[in-house]
């Protein structure tokens, strides 16, 4: 069986009708591996979206399938009657033996979801309308799990955002060295040894626990393409308690610079103010009747830390060796450190103005 007969024979363990016609690799996520799979249905071709699940990021599958079941149904409940209610919520298309997943021979996990047509991802930014789109989008998802009945979610990775255990994570791979880098990364090193103090602030800041994303990239927002609307948030998979301001933070690490996450020409990463604003009012739009005093005060360090969080979690990597990350290329890692480290960096000379202009939109 070659890959795509496999891809094909897996996606048919799905209650997707019809004939399997092709598979496409899909999206440029680092950890999962996705596939747009298409089936001839009465005589049409339909997309769904085929993703294996990584087992070495996400050791218990079966939890994080369980937060992802609960979440979209408790967000399908809170869409119904919106007008497009059904694409505004992703929907887990069941297994053939009803469940939300599919186990095979090796116990790799597979799921597929519904595609949601007229609708895109973009990795950068390009305009200050889609980045408040963004913002409201990742607002309205947070308010809408404020209600979310318990139990819990599980913590499918502990200390996701733990940004102090993420510099401990550093610190030993610096000394490990287990892949003979450190040499080369000597003044990233010393960027982040230089910053440990603002590690500790959102934790000992006393803030609530919410129901959170955890991973609010920029392209993790479907845009309509008639509206321009964010009309669906996607890729739940570390969807699980957290702060509020995580989810900001890394708004503003991924839709605030005009370059990509791993743009090896420096000079093109910047936080461009507007686009800091629009991000902001957007995202206040939804989010600011529930957040507190406490949280909106931090809004604009959580872009300063979660930017550095990652920068540090790309070095830790790139001194392990690449073994959590994909890499496409030598240094991968290391470019994707440095483009977030120059953020920071742009962040720091900006970072009173952006908390003065978060004060004025307070009410
Ligand atoms: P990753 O964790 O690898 O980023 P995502 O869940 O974000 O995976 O999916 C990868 C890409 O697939 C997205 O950027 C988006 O373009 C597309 N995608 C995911 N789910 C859907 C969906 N339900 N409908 C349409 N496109 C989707
Ligand atoms: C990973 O695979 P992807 O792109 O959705 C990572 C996020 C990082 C992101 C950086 C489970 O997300 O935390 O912010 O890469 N996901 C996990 O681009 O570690
Ligand atoms: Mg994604």
């Known amino acids: 069986m070659n890959k795509l007969q496999h891809i094909g024979a897996v996606a048919s363990q799905f209650e997707i009708p019809g004939e399997f016609l092709g598979a496409t690799p899909y999206g440029n996520g680092h950890i999962n591996d996705t596939w747009c799979v298409v089936f001839r249905q009465t005589g049409v071709p339909k997309r769904s979206i085929l993703q294996r699940i990584n087992r070495n990021v996400f050791t218990n599958p079966v939890a994080l399938m369980q937060n992802i079941e609960r979440v979209t149904s408790h967000l399908a409940a809170q869409v119904a009657g919106a007008p497009d209610h059904s694409r505004r919520v992703l929907t887990l298309i069941p297994s053939r033996d009803g469940r939300a997943w599919h186990s095979d021979e090796e116990g790799i996990f597979w799921r597929t979801w519904r595609f949601i047509e007229n609708a895109r991802t973009y990795d950068a930014v390009e305009s200050t309308e889609r980045a408040y789109q963004a913002g409201r989008a990742f607002g309205q998802f947070q308010k809408m799990l404020i209600g979310m009945p318990a139990p819990q979610l599980h913590d499918t990775i502990p200390d996701f955002h733990h940004t102090p255990k993420r510099f401990t994570a550093l610190e030993a791979a610096i000394a490990m060295d287990a892949a003979g880098r450190a040499i080369s990364a ?5 960027f982040a040894l230089a910053r440990k103090q603002i590690t500790g602030i959102l934790i000992g800041a006393d803030l609530p626990e919410r129901v959170t994303h955890n991973d609010t990239k920029f392209n993790n927002v479907l845009i309509d393409d008639d509206t321009g609307e964010g009309i669906c948030i996607i890729d739940l998979d570390t969807v699980m308690p957290g702060l509020a301001l995580y989810d900001f933070g890394d708004m503003v690490r991924t839709a605030t610079s005009p370059a990509s996450e791993d743009e090896r020409n420096l000079s093109k990463v910047k936080m461009q103010f507007p686009m800091f604003e629009a991000l902001l009012r957007g995202y206040l739009a939804a989010a600011g009747g529930f957040l507190t005093k406490n949280e909106k005060q931090y809004l604009a360090f959580a872009g300063k830390l979660i930017t550095f969080e990652q920068g540090i979690r790309f070095l830790t990597d790139y ?20 483009s977030q480290f120059k953020l920071v960096e742009a962040i720091e000379r900006q970072e009173k103005r952006m908390e003065k202009l978060v004060r004025s939109i307070e009410p």
């Open 186 to 190: 000597k003044p990233e090193i010393e």
């Open 319 to 338: 001194l392990a060796g690449d073994t959590y990350y994909k890499v496409h290329r030598d240094g991968h890692n290391l470019d994707r450190c440095r």
